[in-house]
């Protein structure tokens, strides 16, 4: 299919970490992106991977790629009421004649509970 | 500070009526995009531009239409054509065409009544 797969809605207890999965299409996608919207606002990108890479960290932010699987996951540690927020996942997808363009999954709710 | 100013936040429109919504970005980024967003579908490409004066359509873009006269700014028209226009728009940019890298506005929100 065409489109990146995300479940809509996860909910955790503050402290605890949070794990938001993706599935995406294309096995070529150079970088793959995860994208947090506060409410009302728009969106902030967090943190990218390349294709030639299993893992990346920044801080409290895990991103794992399984290529094989076209999975992706973003792993929050020591999730706090701040991290609460739709979580986009993306994708870059080659579109002809030379172009690329962004696809994002439908996004992740993240309720975090005090 | 450099960022992207979407305007207004809230717009409310009679069925019927054009509406222009603005995105104007301070960064001298070259590509610039709009998105509608509805609950629970996701982001949706409506136009892109990626130089001045040049503009392509979307996945979304019948009942819409845009203009780059300059590389500032990258006005959205709702047409009265759009059938369904009440939505959350997003406009973005970006430094280089194809890329993932984007800058998005706050958003406008636009009810038709």
């Known amino acids: 299919g065409e489109d990146v797969e995300q479940s809509l809605f996860l909910s955790v207890r503050e402290g605890d970490s949070s794990v938001i999965n993706c599935t995406y299409t294309?096995?070529?996608?150079?970088?793959l992106y995860w994208y947090k919207q506060e409410p009302g606002a728009g969106l902030q990108l967090l943190t990218y991977?390349?294709?030639?890479?299993d893992m990346k960290q920044d801080q409290r932010l895990t991103v794992l790629l399984n290529k094989k699987d076209k999975h992706l996951s973003l792993r929050i540690a020591d999730t706090q009421t701040g991290d609460s927020a739709i979580y986009f996942c993306?994708?870059?997808?080659?579109?002809?004649?030379?172009?690329?363009?962004?696809?994002f999954g439908k996004g992740t709710k993240l309720s975090v509970i005090p | 500070d450099g960022g992207i100013t979407q305007s207004p936040k809230y717009l409310f429109r009679k069925e019927g009526q054009n509406v222009t919504l603005s995105c104007e970005q301070n960064l001298n980024h070259d590509a610039m995009y709009w998105y509608r967003q509805d609950p629970g579908q996701g982001l949706r490409l409506i136009y892109y531009s990626q130089i001045v004066n040049d503009f392509q359509k979307g996945d979304i873009a019948e009942g819409y239409s845009v203009s780059r006269e300059k590389k500032e700014s990258f006005p959205l028209t709702v047409t009265s054509a759009q059938k369904n226009p009440t939505a959350f728009y997003l406009c973005?940019?970006?430094?280089?065409?194809?890329?993932?890298?984007?800058?998005f506005g706050e958003g406008s929100r636009l009810t038709v009544l």
């Open positions: 973005a940019s970006s430094g280089t065409v194809n890329t993932g890298e984007l800058f």
């Open positions: 294309d096995s070529s996608s150079t970088y």
């Open positions: 993306a994708e870059i997808i080659y579109s002809g004649a030379g172009s690329y363009q962004l696809t």
């Open positions: 991977i390349f294709s030639n890479m």
